[in-house]
């Protein structure tokens, strides 16, 4: 691991000025990401600027009716809030899903949102990987596959984003806030969130340097069938070959997100628009780009299958 320096800041402000006036500041609240990407000396932060003293771990109703999620809450506590639970079940079956239970009792909701790939290829530095030295090639691409993505994918990356909460947060029309170190606040529709992998996969998201998370918003709930379908190749502590979240109303509209298939939680209106019209319709929107890779084509039928099974069980 390289040295570096470290402090602890009180505000969000004082956090977000301090990772402008050092490069290579990374900002650290759970950990159980950076430290792991820090010890392999993908991720070299020269400068760690702790978070969790900002007081940005409760949940709060809104005057609008939705909930508003601290960045610092924990994925054991949003998990098993009340009011997510029988409101956003979608969110918190997703947040069960993930991980072991140690460590969603040290991840946060900020963190969850920013985790980085699980590709073999990105944490293997022998290896040539766009994302964590852009220009040196995916070897990916002519390498092992099984758990890449097949859709939304470009020439120059073709991993997947490992989170299943932004599944969840990305069915619920969630909107990630931000502060930047000029003290402005903006917030970002989890749609808008996250970039496409094009020539630069090494951006993932629209955040600038030194913008800090500090809330995820929550709408007013959808109601409905909320269900979050996970298929990995073992029952717990694995990520999602396919994953599947869905809302579905009586009438039988609703909206469907995946993970596991994409550089991004992966919906599409179109998608959403069709579900009257049968998981087939769907599938076809949704995969319509799909360009999959001969070691990963199953996941096009594994998903067609989920989805199916999803849709089944929440019209029953």
């Not at 006036?21 to 430290?35: E, S, V």
């Not at 590709?119 to 758990?147: H, I, M, V, W």
């Amino acid at each position: 691991m390289k040295a570096f320096t470290y402090e602890r800041v009180k505000t969000p402000a004082e956090a977000a000025a301090s990772a402008r006036k050092t490069a290579g500041a990374k900002f650290i609240a759970g950990g159980t990401n950076l430290l792991d990407l820090m010890k392999l000396e993908i991720e070299k932060p020269t400068h760690l600027i702790d978070v969790n003293a900002l007081g940005l771990d409760s949940i709060d109703a809104t005057a609008e009716g939705g909930l508003r999620i601290g960045a610092l809450v924990r994925n054991t506590d949003l998990a098993a809030d009340a009011r997510v639970r029988r409101d956003y079940a979608v969110l918190s079956r997703a947040l069960l899903a993930g991980a072991s239970g140690q460590l969603r009792n040290q991840a946060t909701t900020a963190g969850n949102l920013l985790q980085r790939t699980r590709c073999p290829y990105f944490y293997d530095t022998n290896q040539p990987c766009n994302k964590r030295l852009p220009g040196s090639g995916c070897a990916a691409l002519e390498g092992f596959s099984r758990q890449l993505a097949v859709v939304g994918a470009s020439e120059a990356c073709i991993a997947t984003h490992p989170s299943d909460m932004a599944v969840a947060m990305l069915l619920l029309d969630a909107v990630v806030e931000t502060v930047n170190p000029d003290g402005n606040e903006r917030k970002i529709p989890v749609a808008d969130f996250y970039r496409a992998p094009g020539t630069t996969p090494h951006l993932e998201t629209i955040l600038q340097p030194g913008e800090l998370i500090t809330a995820v918003t929550l709408p007013p709930p959808a109601g409905g069938t909320h269900i979050y379908r996970k298929v990995r190749d073992r029952a717990s502590y694995a990520f999602a070959l396919v994953s599947v979240a869905a809302i579905v109303q009586p009438d039988g509209t609703g909206r469907v997100a995946f993970g596991g298939v994409a550089h991004k939680p992966w919906r599409l209106e179109e998608a959403d628009a069709a579900l009257p019209y049968g998981a087939q319709a769907v599938y076809d929107k949704l995969f319509a780009s799909a360009q999959p890779t001969p070691e990963n084509a199953f996941k096009l039928l594994l998903a067609k299958r989920t989805l199916a099974s999803v849709l089944t069980e929440a019209r029953a």
